[in-house]
């Protein structure tokens, strides 16, 4: 778990803590189980097979068996191995049991023996019972004289967990809630009665020692009895409002109650005493506490809340649907990390925001509650900074030859993305800065992710699909072809743009080198800063090699068909070519990979040539820079110290935050006065100049763009509005086509999409419509 934010000077250090190992789960990760509990005490597991075939298995909880005793609540909780299941029948009786699930069947022990990937599934469901009690018992405190009292309105099951020491675990604990809502002309008060239960397990009563010979010689293979569990009753809570809502949050530590009247209160899991109550700036784990609140809060019968819990849904008295966010409502937050409430907002969304990015929940609320600060000069970049130190999200590749581990960090996508869509000002309004680099790095990444992932079949599944010979999949790769042909060419015109303008070839010297950035940002030219990132800059040396092993194949298959025309007959018996619309897909990702204006290869070896500059210039500056700075020590300090260093180079580059730090200017030079115009010399810059770029969506002038047509996100070709469904990423506001093709190569491949490229979810649009 991440969080809390502490305070060290101006700036926040970020704690984090381990957390319980999550409970049952189903053998195969992808997939889920629903467990649901009936009226007449039936326990149910809705699951899926390995055919993807939902399937159900029951089971009758023996501890409620009674014809006359109906089930009129229950919860459920993962605790460690097992399932928790509490259950309040009509008889007032409260029971706890433990479920474990044998997914093997009758008798399978999965933690020894795991089970294969491909093993049918026949779970079976063993029930333990723990305690029983009655959930109505009056005490000193409680409000006995009112009927309505006495009937449940919640139950919940909190799992064991490790206390804040760490060093002991806080026992399974069962919350009911009792609410009394006032009648209209009555001196009653709207009350709330919150009873806890801790299972705790009882001390076994020592028997003589003859008995316990005795047992041992008539039962030598007995295992050893675990001590019984019984039922203990902690002082009741009582509320002077009626809580509607009970969840916990922080992987269980916190717990959030919602009242009729909109007001939320977050309790600790231990203690149940309140929490965040009042402002501390110095240690922040919720935005509670650094002075933010709910807007808008006011009467609500049901209520739910976002992933990240800073934003909730509240449905009022006459059905609406309302959405309140956290906000600060004490004005200005301040627009630097020197204004004591901008840095502790800025940590405190940073620890909201980061769980959710590395857990891959929603967090699309948190850009709408930090809309208000994005025209701050530095808020976007200062967030995202403090989430990458909070989640410590690699961003140096620049040692990195291969893109393996590149493609699969997902926290850095998580925060791209973030960058992406507050970068987006409406389709027909330029990008801002970041924003547009973040929209090219992130389509750049899916690409090469689409064209590995076709090329690359698992091989568990080689034997059942093969996607290079589907034409669905083909002409899609073809579109990614051409797509990142364009962004090569796209990125060579913008260089050579920057290389014959006298002001910013001014700009690269030492004395002006402050002004680069700026007058990048005034140009809004992303170019130089993507090869300067290593992160982006290998993502288009992956786009260097996929474009190569895409014209390698088709190459190669168009032989095959050249070599065989005449394989196939159709109906008559007359011959007739071998899937005519495969071959014309492979001919096409030809015609686009032998005819680009950029040569991959030679493009290629230019981001060589600079990647190699890049690594050298580290190597000769950042340690002299270490050296001379005051108490550094010796030997692995030192070589610690310079990769930090580096690490907050290539932070910057890749923020474009501040001007080129000082190892990047020869390097710079060395680009535009040497490396490019050899370069320039491969190409023809009028072709470059005039070529039609609208397959990217970078122009910033969108004007001139033709109405009602965009580009599909997977195929990476226009589309218009007609008869055909599109989807619409609810983030990024990207589009595609909403197919479905039966083929399973096509299938597998397109999987990847299930997700936006920015890793928003996709909305389905009506027929013919761009919004829902």
């Known amino acids: 778990m991440y969080g809390p934010a502490v305070k060290k000077g101006h700036a926040y250090q970020y704690e984090s803590s381990f957390v319980h190992a999550s409970g049952p789960s189903h053998p195969h990760s992808s997939k889920s189980a629903l467990f649901c509990v009936t009226v007449s005490g039936m326990l149910k597991m809705f699951w899926s097979q390995n055919n993807n075939r939902m399937e159900e298995t029951t089971m009758e909880l023996e501890s409620v068996n009674s014809l006359d005793e109906l089930v009129t609540h229950a919860a459920l909780a993962s605790d460690r191995r097992h399932l928790l299941v509490a259950v309040a029948t009509s008889s007032k009786q409260l029971r706890l049991l433990k479920i474990e699930i044998q997914w093997g069947g009758p008798g399978s022990q999965p933690d020894k023996n795991p089970l294969p990937q491909n093993a049918r599934l026949s779970p079976s469901l063993v029930e333990k019972h723990l305690a029983a009690t009655t959930w109505l018992q009056t005490g000193s405190r409680d409000a006995n004289n009112d009927i309505s009292m006495a009937e449940l309105s919640h139950l919940h099951v909190l799992p064991s967990i490790m206390d804040n020491t760490g060093k002991s675990i806080v026992p399974p604990t069962i919350v009911a809630i009792r609410t009394r809502s006032p009648t209209p002309g009555s001196y009653q008060v709207a009350q709330t009665v919150i009873d806890r239960w801790e299972a705790v397990s009882s001390p076994q009563q020592n028997l003589h020692q003859a008995f316990e010979q005795l047992g041992s010689r008539r039962n030598s293979d007995a295992t050893e009895q675990t001590a019984p569990t019984r039922l203990r009753k902690l002082e009741p809570i009582i509320l002077n409002k009626m809580v509607i809502s009970f969840q916990s949050t922080q992987f269980g530590k916190v717990l959030i109650l919602t009242m009729t009247d909109g007001t939320v209160e977050y309790r600790d899991r231990y203690t149940f005493e309140e929490i965040y109550t009042t402002e501390d700036s110095d240690k922040v784990m919720n935005l509670r506490q650094v002075g933010w609140a709910f807007s808008g809060e006011g009467p609500c019968q049901q209520v739910a809340f976002s992933p990240t819990q800073c934003s909730m849904i509240q449905m009022s008295e006459d059905g609406k649907i309302k959405w309140c966010k956290l906000q600060y409502p004490l004005g200005d937050i301040g627009n630097s990390h020197q204004d004591a409430h901008y840095a502790s907002s800025v940590a405190g969304l940073a620890v909201a925001t980061s769980s959710a990015i590395w857990y891959q929940a929603n967090y699309d609320d948190m850009l709408a509650i930090v809309a208000p600060y994005t025209s701050k000069r530095r808020f976007i970049q200062d967030w995202i900074n403090e989430m990458i130190k909070v989640l410590k999200i690699q961003v140096d590749y620049s040692e990195e030859m291969h893109h393996d581990s590149l493609m699969r960090n997902l926290p850095l996508q998580g925060v791209l993305s973030i960058m992406n869509s507050l970068g987006f000002k409406g389709e027909m309004h330029a990008r801002s800065f970041q924003g547009k680099f973040a929209m090219v790095y992130l389509n750049a990444r899916n690409v090469v992710v689409l064209i590995t992932?076709?090329?690359?079949?698992?091989?568990?599944?080689?034997?059942?699909?093969?996607?290079?010979?589907?034409?669905?999949?083909?002409?899609?790769?073809?579109?990614?072809?051409?797509?990142?042909?364009?962004?090569?060419?796209?990125?060579?015109?913008?260089?050579?743009?920057?290389?014959?303008?006298?002001?910013?070839?001014?700009?690269?010297?030492?004395?002006?080198?402050?002004?680069?950035?700026?007058y990048l940002y005034k140009r809004n030219d992303i170019s130089l800063h993507l090869l300067l990132s290593s992160s982006s800059r290998s993502f288009l040396l992956a786009i260097c090699r996929r474009i190569a092993h895409l014209e390698?194949?088709?190459?190669?298959?168009?032989?095959?068909?050249?070599?065989?025309?005449?394989?196939?007959?159709?109906?008559?018996?007359?011959?007739?070519p071998l899937n005519p619309q495969l071959q014309q897909a492979y001919q096409r990702m030809q015609q686009i990979t032998s005819t680009c204006l950029i040569k991959a290869s030679e493009f290629e070896k230019l981001l060589n040539i600079l990647g190699a500059d890049i690594r050298q210039a580290y190597q000769t500056f950042l340690p002299t820079l270490v050296k001379n700075q005051a108490g550094m020590g010796q030997g692995k300090q030192i070589d610690m110290a310079v990769k930090a260093a580096q690490i907050q180079l290539e932070l910057g580059m890749l923020l474009a935050v501040s001007p080129p730090a000082a190892p990047f200017i020869p390097v710079i030079k060395k680009l535009f006065t040497k490396d490019l115009p050899a370069f320039k010399a491969l190409t023809d810059p009028a072709k470059l100049f005039f070529a039609n770029y609208d397959l990217l969506g970078v122009q910033d002038d969108k004007s001139q763009l033709p109405k009602d047509v965009y580009v599909d996100l997977f195929r990476k070709a226009e589309i218009k509005l007609g008869a055909q469904q599109w989807r619409r990423c609810t983030r990024c506001a990207s589009v595609m086509e909403d197919v479905f093709v039966s083929r399973p190569g096509y299938t597998f491949v397109l999987g990847q999409q299930r997700r936006c490229a920015c890793g928003g979810i996709w909305a389905l649009l009506p027929k013919g419509k761009l919004f829902l």
């Open 453 to 518: 992932l076709a090329s690359n079949t698992p091989a568990t599944a080689r034997e059942r699909i093969s996607p290079l010979d589907e034409p669905e999949v083909v002409e899609a790769l073809a579109g990614c072809a051409k797509w990142s042909l364009d962004l090569l060419s796209w990125l060579v015109d913008c260089l050579f743009a920057l290389m014959n303008d006298s002001e910013f070839m001014a700009r690269l010297e030492p004395k002006r080198i402050a002004e680069l950035t700026p």
């Open 552 to 576: 390698t194949l088709s190459t190669k298959a168009n032989e095959f068909y050249r070599r065989q025309p005449q394989m196939g007959v159709d109906q008559t018996g007359a011959p007739k």
